[in-house]
C-alpha cells in the first residue's frame, strides 16, 4: 500500500492530511460519474458524451485514487455517486467503486448511499444489483413530465421511462427516493409546471428537489438565448412557479427544508445536509471538489487526463486554496440560511471565533427591515420573502 501513500501525497497536501486524520468527525464522500449518453441543452456540468471507451481505465483509476486517502480516520456518514450520470456505469461498476471507498474508510452502520440516475439508462437489472452492492438511496432525474418539454431540453428519456424507472428502484427496494424537478424550461407554462409537480406527487417519492432552470454558459440553451429564440417565462412567473412548487409540495405533507428541498419526514438529503452545513467532504473523480478543515481543492476535470495523472501518480489537484476564517463564516451562513430551520449565529461565532453580530451588524439589521430574514433567539433565517430572492441576499453576505 506504500504507494498509493505516495499518491495521496501527490492528490493533496499530505501534511494537512495528518493534521487531520485524528479528527473523528464524520464525512461525506463524492464519487463523481462523468460520463453521459448526450448533453443536454442547459447542461454545464463536468459531464461529457461519447467517451464510452473510457469508462473501463476510469473505473480502475478512480479506484486507485480513493485507495489513497487509507489511514485516514473519519467514519463515513454519507456517499453520493453524482456526474454526469452514474447510472451510465453497470452496476457491478459502480459496486466496485462503492467497495474500494468501503475499504479505506470505516462506514458508519446507517450511512446514506445515493446514486443519481437518469431514466434513459435506468433498468431492473441495474437497480437489482445497485441495490444488492449496498445503494440505499436513489436520485432519479425526471426533470420534467411533460415530453414536449423533455425533447426540447434533450433529455434522452420519456417521462414513461421516468415513471418505469421509479418503479424498477421500488422493485429494487429502494425505499428513499428523490425526484428531481426543473422549472422556468423553455415553453413551459406555470400549468405545465403544476402538472408536473402533480404527476410527482402522485408517486409520492420520499424526497423532491424543485430547482430554476439557470442559463449557463456555453451550453445550447445559452446560445439560443444570445439568439434571442429561447422562449422561458419572465420572472415574475419563474418566481410563480416557485411559489406553486412550496404550495403544492407542502400541501402534500412534504416538508420544505431547504430553499429548492422537500422531503418526508425524517428523509432529509443526509449527504447534502454536510454541504449546507458546510462541514467536511472528500470528492473523488475528475472535477470533484474535496473540502477537509478548512482546505478546498479540486480535481483535474477532464477524464482522460484524470485517468493518466492518477496513472502516472501526478498531482491531481487543479485549484486548491485555505480559506481565512472570516471567508469560512461567510460560506457557513451562505449555506445555512438555505436550510429552513436557519442557522444558529452562536454556533457559527464558536466554529470561527469570529463574532457574526459584530461582523455583519449593519446586513442583519438591514434584511431584517426588509423582510428577508428574521432573527429568533439566535437563529438567523430567511423569511417566505427572503426565499423568493435568495440569491440576492447571498451576494450581499459574500465576503
Ligand atoms: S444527464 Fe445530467 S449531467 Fe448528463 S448532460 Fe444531462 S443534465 Fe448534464
Redesign the pocket.
Known sequence: MAEFALLMACLSPHSYMRRTQKNMNPIAVYIHIP??????S????N?Y?GLDFLTRDFCEAIQREIQGVRGLEREVASVFFG???PTYLKAEQLNSILNAVRDVLPFAKDAEITS?S?P?NSDRQRFDGMRQGGFNRLSI?V?SFDDRILRI????HTSEDAIAAIAYARNAGFDNINLDLIFSLPEQSLEDWRVSLLNAIDINPEHMSTYALSIEEGTRFERMHRNQTLHQADEDTELEMYEMAIEQLTKAGYEHYEVSNFCRHGKQARHNLTYWLNEDYLGFGPGAVSYLGGRRWMNEKRPAAYIRKVNEREPLAIQEETLSPADALSETLILGLRLRSGVSLKSIQDRFSIDPFQRYSGLIGELISEGLAELDGDTFRLTHRGLLYSNDVFIRILP
Not at 35 to 40: D, N, R, S, V
Not at 42 to 45: E, P, S
Not at 153 to 156: D, K
Open positions: 460520463f453521459c449518453i448526450h448533453k443536454c442547459y447542461c454545464d456540468f459531464s458524451a456526474g454526469g450520470t443519481e437518469n434513459a432525474g426533470q431540453a434533450e433529455r434522452q
